[in-house]
C-alpha cells in the first residue's frame, strides 16, 4: 500500500519513521510499536544518539526514503522534488486572487496545504481578494519560524503537502530562507506571491531574496492598468490625496481607497513615467478641470 505521509520523532533510540497509513511492515525493528521503523537501518548519517531538531527535518527527507525503499512503498508523490515558486506583480494585478485559486486547485485533488499572509489589507489573519474571496490564514509576524512551525506539525502527525504564502514581500529574508529549506529538505511545495517593489521604487527584503532562492520566478500575465490606459508597473502611497515618496515601508492601505477625498493612506498603481512626475488619478482629474487661461495678452 502506497505511503500517504511519514514523520519522525527523537527517543532514545534515535530518530523513529512513523508510517502513519501503510500496513504494518513485517520487519518493523521497533518492538513497541509495529507502524515505527528504526531509522538506523542503513540511513548515511544518522546519528548514533538521539537526533537534533535538525535531524528530525533530515530524517524526513533522507531516511525516510532508504528506509522505505529497502521495503518498496516510495511511490511517484513521494518521488517528486518539491519546488518554491514566487508569482509577482503590481498591486492590483491578482495576486491574492491566485493565492485562493492556486490552494483550492491543490486541495480539490486531495492534497493538505497551510496558508500565510502578513499584513493583509483586512488588518486580520486572512488572504483576502479584491473578488470578494476569503480564507483563513496563519499571520507571519517578525518572529516567526517556518522551519520549526513545519517540524513540529509533522512530528504530531500533520500531513502538509503545500505552503500557500501571500503578501511575501513582508517576510524577512530568514524566512524566505526557511521558506527554502523546507521545500528542499522536507519536499513541501511552497508558493509565494508578493510585489517586488515598494512605493519608493525599491525592492522589498524579503521579495529580493525569493527572487535569489525561487526555483521559478513568474511575473502575472494580468495587467494592472495606470489611469492614463498603460501598463502600470509602479505602486505609489498618497497620504491625503498628495503622493509620498519617503516614510515607513509597511503601512497598511489598498488601491481602493484612492479615490476616496479622505482617506489618510491608500495606494496606486501608476505607469513608471506618471509615477516619476507624481501624477496620480486624482491630480490629473483635477489637473483636467481647471479652468484654462484664454490665449490673449
Known amino acids: 500500500m502506497p505511503v500517504e505521509r511519514i514523520y519522525v520523532r527523537e527517543n532514545s533510540m534515535g530518530v523513529l519513521i512513523h508510517n502513519l497509513h501503510a500496513h504494518l511492515l513485517p520487519d518493523a525493528?521497533?518492538?513497541?510499536?509495529?507502524?515505527?521503523?528504526?531509522?538506523?537501518?542503513?540511513?548515511p548519517g544518522t546519528p548514533k544518539y538521539p537526533a537534533s531538531e535538525?535531524?528530525?527535518?533530515?530524517?524526513?527527507?533522507?531516511c525516510g526514503r532508504a528506509v522505505l525503499r529497502r521495503h518498496s512503498l516510495l511511490d511517484e508523490r513521494m518521488r517528486r522534488v518539491a519546488q518554491l515558486t514566487f508569482w509577482t506583480g503590481t498591486m492590483d494585478a491578482g495576486k491574492s486572487t491566485l493565492a485562493l485559486q492556486t490552494n483550492h486547485n491543490h486541495a480539490a485533488r486531495g492534497r493538505v496545504g497551510r496558508i500565510f499572509t502578513s499584513h493583509d489589507?483586512?488588518?486580520?489573519?486572512?488572504?483576502?481578494?479584491?473578488?470578494?474571496?476569503t480564507h483563513d490564514a496563519l499571520e507571519v509576524t517578525p518572529d516567526f519560524d517556518f522551519w520549526r512551525y513545519t517540524?513540529?506539525?509533522?512530528?504530531?502527525?500533520?500531513?502538509i503537502d503545500y505552503?500557500?504564502?501571500?503578501?511575501?514581500?513582508?517576510?524577512?529574508p530568514e524566512?524566505?530562507?526557511?521558506?527554502?529549506?523546507?521545500?528542499?529538505?522536507?519536499?513541501?511545495?511552497?508558493?509565494?506571491?508578493g510585489i517586488l517593489t515598494d512605493f519608493r521604487t525599491r525592492l522589498f527584503p524579503g521579495s529580493a531574496r525569493l527572487v535569489e532562492l525561487a526555483d521559478r520566478t513568474e511575473v502575472l500575465q494580468v495587467e494592472a492598468l495606470c489611469w492614463c490606459g498603460k501598463r502600470a508597473t509602479h505602486n505609489a502611497r498618497t497620504e491625503n490625496g498628495v503622493m509620498v515618496r519617503e516614510g515607513e515601508v509597511v503601512v497598511v492601505g489598498d488601491v481602493e481607497a484612492a479615490d476616496e477625498p479622505h482617506a489618510d493612506v491608500a495606494y496606486e498603481v501608476l505607469c513608471r513615467q506618471h509615477h516619476r512626475r507624481g501624477l496620480t488619478a486624482?491630480?490629473?482629474?483635477?489637473?483636467?478641470?481647471?479652468?484654462?487661461?484664454?490665449?490673449?495678452?
Open 151 to 159: 517540524v513540529d506539525a509533522l512530528t504530531r502527525g500533520s500531513r
Open 282 to 297: 486624482a491630480r490629473a482629474k483635477a489637473v483636467s478641470l481647471a479652468p484654462e487661461p484664454l490665449p490673449f495678452g
Open 29 to 43: 525493528t521497533d518492538s513497541c510499536s509495529g507502524w515505527m521503523l528504526s531509522a538506523r537501518l542503513n540511513c
Open 175 to 193: 524566512q524566505v530562507e526557511a521558506l527554502a529549506k523546507v521545500a528542499d529538505e522536507l519536499q513541501i511545495d511552497v508558493f509565494c506571491f
Open 54 to 62: 535538525e535531524m528530525v527535518g533530515r530524517g524526513i527527507a533522507e
Open 121 to 133: 489589507r483586512t488588518g486580520g489573519a486572512h488572504i483576502s481578494s479584491r473578488l470578494g474571496l
Open 163 to 172: 505552503f500557500i504564502c501571500d503578501e511575501a514581500q513582508f517576510y524577512s
